[in-house]
């Protein structure tokens, strides 16, 4: 059984900061993808930003340059660096990774970015 445990949300002003880290455990040999995805109250849940094995990333127009994404495949874990936070990055974020048996997802972290 694959869990993952996503934390570090919360709330915080227009041009702070936040560390979103997720802890991957279960039955994982190699994560082939790691990622972050991100949904609004009324909006679909979207891509945020992911990480390849190889290291190669990907992210939103709407956050490059501001946020970063990194993996720690020794503790299985993903992090997602948030500058330059502004209002309509508030969301509920999801932890997402890609192995051999499939998808999984975390629960979700709320960040708030208050103005």
């Known amino acids: 059984q694959v869990q993952l445990v996503e934390s570090g949300g919360g709330l915080v002003q227009a041009g702070g900061s936040l560390r979103l880290s997720c802890a991957a455990s279960g039955n994982i040999y190699t994560i082939s993808v790691m990622g972050w995805y991100r949904q609004a109250p009324g909006k679909q849940r979207e891509l945020v930003a992911s990480?390849?094995?190889?290291?190669?990333?990907n992210y939103a127009d709407s956050v490059k340059g501001r946020f970063t994404i990194s993996r720690d495949d020794a503790k299985k874990m993903s992090y997602l660096q948030m500058n330059s936070l502004k209002p309509e990055d508030t969301a509920v974020y999801y932890c997402t990774i890609v192995v051999r048996t499939g998808r999984y997802w975390g629960q979700g972290t709320q960040v708030t970015v208050s103005s």
């Open positions: 990480i390849t094995s190889g290291g190669s990333t």
